[in-house]
């Protein structure tokens, strides 16, 4: 195992610290998933929308009546966190309509190149690209009518921070809209129960614990579960 030495003064002995350690100041949110992001570091476009955009997915499938559930209209201000090959930015992009707006939001820059890509190839002016990072959204303060994230919840490093992020560049009668695996032991998926870091119930209790206040549940899918939350108090 590679590692850095460092020193500890106080004491005079000298520790060794794993390479890939975390290395933060006292306070600083510690990531959940180490690592969970690192496939889409240099994303070959194809493969991923043969993953992301397949019958078969419960999510593509049902991404017309998903768009229709989150309640998004013309003229609204919507962000696609985690919206990797654009799958519902566009659908987004046709439902809010020239005077609205779609912030296509991502860590990753081969995807946020790509949907750049697109919407220049195709005229199209109400979507705009924005390279996050894994601790914020990097929205504009409250400009934002509807964060939705789908598939992604489980993909927040630092989910703590990122739903502070995210509250702050919601208007205050905005609404986050998040899409995410169940996991159920002997009903879900291995695949789901190894790489989905929470359940539901936990995933309510963390964005409720960040000042977010659940308001409704749409039951149209069977592997997913879409709730649907506005601001309340952090720490209710």
């Not at 850095?4 to 350690?21: E, Y």
Request: hydrophobic fraction near 40%; charge should be neutral; proline fraction near 6%.
């Amino acid at each position: 195992m590679s590692c850095r030495p460092f020193l500890i003064t106080t004491l005079g002995i000298l520790l060794c610290q794993p390479a890939w350690a975390e290395i933060r100041a006292p306070g600083v949110e510690a990531s959940v998933r180490p690592g969970i992001n690192r496939a889409y570091t240099n994303p070959h476009i194809e493969t991923w929308m043969q993953r992301f955009e397949r019958p078969g997915r419960e999510v593509y499938d049902h991404r017309t009546d998903i768009v229709e559930a989150t309640g998004a209209r013309p003229g609204m201000m919507v962000a696609d966190i985690g919206a990797g090959t654009g799958l519902f930015t566009w659908l987004f992009s046709d439902r809010v309509g020239p005077d609205g707006k779609v912030y296509a939001v991502d860590i990753s820059g081969g995807f946020i190149e790509n949907i750049e890509k697109i919407a220049q190839a195709t005229g199209n002016r109400n979507v705009v690209a924005v390279k996050n990072t894994p601790r914020a959204a990097n929205l504009p303060k409250g400009s934002v009518d509807i964060a939705f994230v789908c598939d992604t919840y489980h993909h927040f490093e630092y989910p703590a921070s990122m739903l502070a992020s995210l509250r702050d560049a919601l208007r205050e009668d905005g609404e986050l809209v998040v899409v995410d695996f169940r996991k159920v032991p002997g009903s879900s998926s291995p695949w789901v129960m190894n790489h989905v870091r929470a359940d539901r119930d936990a995933v309510i209790a963390e964005i409720e614990g960040a000042g977010f206040r659940l308001i409704g549940e749409n039951n149209l899918l069977r592997t997913n579960y879409m709730l649907q939350f506005v601001k309340g108090q952090p720490g209710h």
